[in-house]
Structures are given as C-alpha cells and as structure tokens.
C-alpha cells in the first residue's frame, strides 16, 4: 500500500503547502489538512493531474484520481484505513466519445492540442442534460480576443454548436 512521503514534506514545508518541479520535470504539490495530506502531480505542459490524498495519521493511501483540465476523468479510488477499496467512481462511463477521440477531433478540424496547456485551449465536460464537451480556443494571442466556443456530443462525438464569442470593451 502506497504511503505519503512525510520526511520529505517536512524538509521542504515551507507552511501548510508547498510545490516543486522534479528533475523529470514534474510539478508537484503538496498539501496539509487537518486530517489528511495531499499530494498532486502534473508533467510539464500536461493539462494532466494525477491527486492523492492520504490519512494523516497512517499516511496510508485515502483517495486517488486523474484530472484533466481540472475535472475529473478516468476512475477515482478511495480506501478504508485497512487500504481496502471502498468506493471506486468512472468519471468516464458515460462518455462514449473518448477524450483520445476527441483530442484527435479537434486536432484534425482546427489544428489545437487538447493535450498541451501552451496552447491555452480551454476543455469541460458535463453530464447535464447529457454527456457533452465544451472547448474554448482563443483566436488570437491577446488573453481578452474573440473565442471560438464549441460543443461536442460526449456519446456521438457530434459537433452540436459552434459560436464566436466576440470580447467587447
């Protein structure tokens, strides 16, 4: 069972939190709470992050999960102080159009990489009313331009809407 890394929190604690970038060139994070420590890591340019939260008093695994562009994807684990799975949540069960998919969608109509955070496209996700993607892509470099704004169908991988969103003074 995986435990948190209490030593090296401590070494490098500056308060309550604290980040780094690895020589492998992640970005890590970490974090105290009154019960529990958390720990999150990103590759460079990566809208990827891995997040585990740990007991404070055992240092023992409580939580872990994927997030992309900050919401969760992928299948999220939490333990019992005995390390035994206690709940597991698929965040992607009802998107039958894949991230993978959609990545590849975007990048083939407009040329963006859902995949590369330099890029500054803006990805969501919902379950309300149905599955469905949300994708923003500046059209120009000034963090105020115009925005394209699409979504996209997260069981058919249709392009429901597409609009313009014109930044105005």
Do not use: C
Request: aromatic share 12%; glycine share 6%.
């Amino acid at each position: 069972m995986e435990k948190f890394d209490l030593a090296k929190f401590t070494e490098k604690k500056l308060k309550k939190s604290q980040a780094f970038i690895t020589d492998d060139s992640e970005h890590v994070s970490l974090f105290e709470y009154p019960d529990s420590f958390q720990k999150d890591i990103r590759k460079d340019k990566s809208p990827i992050k891995t997040s585990k939260v740990y007991f404070k008093e055992s240092l023992q695994l409580k939580k872990e999960g994927n997030f992309f562009h900050g919401f969760p994807v992928g299948i999220h684990r939490s333990y019992n102080k005995d390390g035994n799975i206690v709940e597991e949540i698929d965040f992607d069960a009802q998107f039958s159009f894949s991230l993978d998919s959609l990545q590849k969608k975007i990048k083939d109509i407009y040329g963006r990489n859902i995949q590369d955070i330099e890029q500054k496209t803006g990805v969501w996700r919902s379950i309300h009313p149905y599955p469905h993607y949300i994708i923003s892509i500046p059209l120009s470099e000034n963090p105020r331009g115009d925005l394209r704004k699409i979504k996209v169908n997260g069981e058919t991988g249709e392009i429901e809407l597409e609009t313009i969103s014109k930044y105005t003074q």
